[in-house]
């Protein structure tokens, strides 16, 4: 059985950094793209980040640009999301999903076939 268990969410103030690991079990996702979304109570889950297998390609949601970092450790078959200078704004439930249905780090949540269970992550003012 496929699982990937979150770490790291919590409470951090305005300014503050965290960092997010997503570990998978049941299944070697190193050949493939894994990504992270994020979602807002009543919205919509939303795209933050993707990396390709290799991690030479990486993609990211425009406005996270600069603050946010994704990266892979295929032995470990982890991902992890590295949040710098997070903002209330960046308070959500993070998610981190992997992908056996394209090559590319894909933004599209359609093209994920695994999800984890989500991991808090709250930005005080």
């Known amino acids: 059985q496929v699982q990937l268990v979150e770490s790291g969410g919590g409470l951090v103030q305005a300014g503050g950094s965290l960092r997010l690991s997503c570990a998978a079990s049941?299944?070697?996702?190193?050949?493939?793209?894994m990504g992270w979304f994020r979602q807002i109570p009543g919205k919509e889950r939303e795209f933050v980040a993707a990396?390709?297998?290799?991690?030479?390609?990486?993609s990211y949601r425009d406005s996270l640009k600069g603050r946010f970092t994704i990266s892979r450790d295929n032995a470990k078959n982890t991902v992890y999301l590295q949040m710098n200078s997070l903002k209330p704004g960046d308070t959500a439930v993070y998610y981190c999903?992997?992908?056996?249905?394209?090559?590319?780090?894909?933004?599209?949540?359609?093209?994920?076939?695994?999800w984890g269970q989500g991991t808090q992550v709250t930005v005080s003012s």
């Open positions: 999903a992997a992908t056996q249905r394209t090559s590319n780090p894909s933004p599209f949540r359609y093209e994920y076939d695994y």
């Open positions: 990396i390709s297998w290799s991690q030479t390609t990486t």
């Open positions: 049941g299944h070697t996702f190193s050949n493939y793209p």
